[in-house]
């Protein structure tokens, strides 16, 4: 089974990986001089437009609904704004994924830090890509690892995450059980949520109201920065009840994440920087500590592999990275 980019959800952390992506992609417009700039990636993940709100602060007017749809829902809008406002994040670099299929990911097992990459040049002029811990109180300071050699254990490793068929069916109706529980509750997050909107707006209403009444341009300011704040506030709501509880069908989910789970090598084999990204985060939780004496150290996977991997008495265990094993029930 080959996995391509576009049947899975891909996930960005930061701009510039926003920004690689849009500019590997011949369809998206390019200026004159065809780069994608940094600014223009600022200016899509900010516009309000796209999820159908209109504002003209230099106007005085505040953010409000608009009488046309989105492109995007609200809550997802909402999201990349408070992921952009929530802190720095260390930038990607180019090569992750191209060069070094591991850079940040992989640590030193002496001293825990991430171990850096480099290229060594020989005699003929031909290059060779390497590993190395850069802490200078490691007693692996300066030592490398043929990248090779690091990339094709974890590979090994990677290969071993594949559960058995029968898994797999588990799996699937364990799924549709806890489908059907989240569908349930997500008709009480829902009631739960309108009665909040219902509440902002009974408030704003109400100042409303009052501007009707005042007869102090003081105050008058005051009841609208009231009313401004409220309505963000209904916004926020609104775009929770938009996406975080909109119902979608059980394969819309449910066949992307098997594809993964399957044989989350299918994915790391496509080759594709965001996929390999995506694979690292949804595999493990937590960096990979290797020694480059006796290799990787055991990795902390993610719940469904670490469930699957410490259940004993049932047959089921992974294999190690001296081989590739399924999980057999």
């Known amino acids: 089974m080959s996995i391509k980019p576009g049947e899975l959800q891909l996930r960005f952390d930061t701009q510039s990986e926003v920004q690689r992506f849009l500019q590997s992609r011949p369809e998206f417009p390019k200026p004159p001089s065809g780069e994608v700039t940094f600014e223009e990636v600022s200016r899509l993940l900010t516009q309000p437009l796209y999820a159908g709100y209109v504002e003209a602060p230099g106007w005085g007017i505040s953010r409000r609904d608009g009488r046309h749809d989105g492109l995007i829902d609200r809550g997802t809008w909402q999201k990349i704004q408070d992921r952009l406002t929530s802190g720095a994040r260390a930038p990607v670099r180019k090569n992750t994924g191209e060069v070094f299929a591991l850079r940040g990911f992989v640590l030193c097992a002496d001293c825990g830090n991430p171990l850096y990459s480099c290229q060594s040049r020989g005699k003929l002029g031909k290059r060779y890509p390497y590993y190395l811990c850069h802490t200078k109180t490691c007693p692996s300071y300066g ?22 068929k029968s898994v797999v069916a588990l799996v699937r109706n364990l799924f549709m059980h806890a489908w059907d529980q989240r569908r349930a509750q997500g008709a009480e997050w829902r009631k739960t949520l309108r009665r ?22 003081t105050a008058v300011t005051a009841y609208e920065r009231r009313i401004e704040k409220l309505e963000a506030e209904r916004q926020r709501v609104q775009g929770q009840l938009e996406t975080v509880c909109k119902p979608r069908g059980p394969a819309e989910n449910l066949e992307p994440a098997l594809a993964f789970f399957s044989n989350p090598w299918k994915v790391w084999a496509s080759g594709h920087l965001e996929l390999r990204r995506m694979v690292l985060r949804l595999a493990f939780a937590e960096r990979l500590a290797y020694c480059r004496k006796t290799g990787p150290r055991t990795p902390k996977t993610t719940l469904p592999f670490n469930m699957l991997g410490g259940v004993s008495g049932g047959g089921l265990g992974f294999g190690g990275a001296e081989g590739s094993r399924t999980l057999d029930l």
Do not use: Q, V
């Open 143 to 164: 030592k490398s690892i043929r990248r090779d050699d690091l990339e094709g254990e974890f590979e090994d490793l990677l290969k071993s995450l594949r559960p058995s």
């Open 196 to 217: 909040e909107i219902a509440k902002l707006e009974t408030r704003i209403d109400g100042f409303l109201d009052k501007i009707a009444d005042a007869t102090s341009a």
